[in-house]
């Protein structure tokens, strides 16, 4: 019985404290994550970009390299924003644990203002992707960011088999 105490001690601190802690932590990460998206969906990169911690690390298979800092994450929604100016978002899943939140959405519309350089084939065309993000968070701060999302998908929408 004496070496019993002390483990029931620690499992009885853990669910008063620790585990509650935690759960609300992982609860406003999500409610941050939600709150994100709503910017977005918005369409405003200046709101978006603070909820980026000033050296937020971001990643995407669209963009070369680590993009850095809360002004990287403006530029980058900006860009979104003019060339899909009906650009929405919607969360399907999302997993919170500690400071990660795992977020699962779809996102598309109407690819009618490309970059330079882009082929006219592609302008004008309707897009509809699955996305998926990792996002940490510390401070009430996302402080990293990776996305996936299927670039073949995207280029099948936008008609590039069609052209090559």
Request: charged residues 15%.
């Amino acid at each position: 019985m004496k070496n019993v105490m002390p483990s029931l001690l620690f499992l009885l601190l853990l669910q008063l404290y620790i585990l509650p802690a935690t759960a609300q932590k992982a609860g406003d990460n999500s409610r941050l994550i939600y709150s994100l998206f709503a910017v977005l969906n918005k369409h405003d990169s200046i709101v978006a970009g603070a909820f980026f911690a000033d050296s937020v690390k971001l990643q995407s298979p669209n963009w070369e390299g680590i993009q850095t800092g809360r002004q990287a994450a403006i530029t980058v929604y900006s860009r979104y924003f003019k060339g899909t100016p009906d650009i929405h978002f919607e969360i399907t899943n999302i997993i919170a644990a500690g400071t990660k939140v795992i977020v699962e959405y779809t996102f598309g519309g109407k690819f009618s203002n490309p970059e330079e350089g882009t082929p006219a084939y592609m302008r004008g065309k309707d897009y509809n992707l699955k996305g998926v993000t990792i996002y940490s968070i510390a401070g009430n701060k996302i402080t990293s960011s990776v996305s996936y999302f299927d670039q073949v998908a995207f280029l099948r929408q936008v008609g590039f088999f069609d052209n090559h």
